[in-house]
């Protein structure tokens, strides 16, 4: 007599060999579909994998813009700490950008010469 395992191995590989009747061979095929069209929504679906490697894209770049920003805040706000304390930065602001004079001095407007041999 043999043994159980021989026995087993046997009826598995019957299993095995015996054709599969066309209900089994459709709801294969429906698991098939199924499982395909879960791995194809898993990587182009929405919140799918392409999407998630988009988004960390734009993370990086905001991160990047929000720290440039914040810089750029600090920056602008040591020019109005100094304006608002410091008269001598109003003035120098006031010459520069709006090319403003004190009484008494003089303006001289100076054009660049421009060699007509050139």
Do not use: C, W
Not at 21 to 47: D, K, P
Not at 59 to 83: F, G, P, Y
Request: cysteine-free; charged content about 25%; overall charge positive.
């Amino acid at each position: 007599m043999p043994s159980p395992a021989v026995t087993r191995g046997a009826k598995k590989r019957r299993a095995m060999n015996r054709p599969t009747s066309g209900a089994q061979r459709f709801l294969q095929l429906v698991l098939l579909l199924a499982s395909l069209t879960l791995g194809a929504n898993a990587v182009v679906g929405e919140r799918g994998f392409i999407e998630l490697i988009e988004n960390r894209r734009q993370h990086i770049a905001l991160t990047r813009e929000i720290s440039s920003l914040r810089h750029e805040n600090s920056k602008l706000h040591l020019i109005v700490l100094r304006l608002t304390r410091d008269p001598s930065a109003i003035e120098e602001v006031a010459r520069k950008d709006l090319g403003l004079i004190l009484p008494g001095e003089q303006l001289f407007l100076l054009n660049d010469y421009v060699d007509p041999a050139r």
